[in-house]
T-cell receptor, first 113, second 114 residues
Framework: EAQVTQNPRYLITVTGKKLTVTCSQN?????MSWYRQDPGLGLRQIYY???????DKGDVPEGYKVSRKEKRNFPLILESPSPNQTSLYFC????????????FGDGTRLSIL | QKEVEQNSGPLSVPEGAIASLNCTYS??????FFWYRQYSGKSPELIMS????GDKEDGRFTAQLNKASQYVSLLIRDSQPSDSATYLC??????????????FGKGTKLSVIP
């Protein structure tokens, strides 16, 4: 079954404690991306990756890092989380057409206290 | 700043009617246009994409694009209660230095009344 898997699904943590949200896809897709969704602001792109070792900033990259060492994995790293990064995060992947997320993960709800 | 505007709704239509969802965008050079459906508490799912002026039909869904008016719409024929969801419009535009930017609207909440 084609899947984008995010972990964890829910996380409550404290300011400044480094955390990583993992994202893995089993469809051999080149393009992967991260979004955050906030009430009243909609879905905003954080980072995207066109392929292994190729990443670029989206609309709201500040405070986030990503890496793409393998095609299937695209982790999102918050080195020093702050309360304004409390949000619902989605990872997505696509094949063929870049910049067009086709498959989304189930989301990670992150609360930074 | 590229903007994508949608009426937040809620848009209520009776079952069996046509639901019309609208989206306008600010960047005249925008190239690709997408509609995503998001059920409450779920992730978005891609339902339609359109790249050139005119209509594109897929089952009960029709996407309409008018680049001159910077307007894209989604029509849902024979609306069903299962169509009740938030619909997100997304627009892809060149942002310079070989990069593109995909901008989402805030979404329109559709409620189909049985």
């Amino acid at each position: 079954e084609a899947q984008v898997t995010q972990n964890p699904r829910y996380l409550i943590t404290v300011t400044g404690k480094k955390l990583t949200v993992t994202c893995s896809q089993n469809m051999n897709h080149e393009y992967m991306s991260w979004y955050r969704q906030d009430p009243g602001l909609g879905l905003r792109q954080i980072y995207y990756s066109m392929n292994v070792e190729v990443t670029d900033k989206g609309d709201v990259p500040e405070g986030y890092k990503v890496s793409r060492k393998e095609k299937r994995n695209f982790p999102l790293i918050l080195e020093s989380p702050s309360p304004n990064q409390t949000s619902l995060y989605f990872c997505a992947s696509s094949f063929g057409r870049a910049y067009q997320p086709q498959h989304f993960g189930d989301g990670t709800r992150l609360s930074i206290l | 700043q590229k903007e994508v505007e949608q009426n937040s709704g809620p848009l209520s239509v009776p079952e069996g009617a046509i639901a019309s969802l609208n989206c306008t965008y600010s960047d005249r050079g925008s190239q690709s246009f997408f509609w995503y459906r998001q059920y409450s508490g779920k992730s978005p799912e891609l339902i339609m994409s359109i790249y050139s002026n005119g209509d594109k039909e897929d089952g009960r869904f029709t996407a309409q694009l008018n680049k001159a008016s910077q307007y894209v719409s989604l029509l849902i024929r024979d609306s069903q209660p299962s169509d009740s969801a938030t619909y997100l419009c997304a627009v892809l535009a060149y942002s310079g230095a070989g990069s593109y930017q995909l901008t989402f609207g805030k979404g329109t909440k559709l409620s189909v009344i049985p």
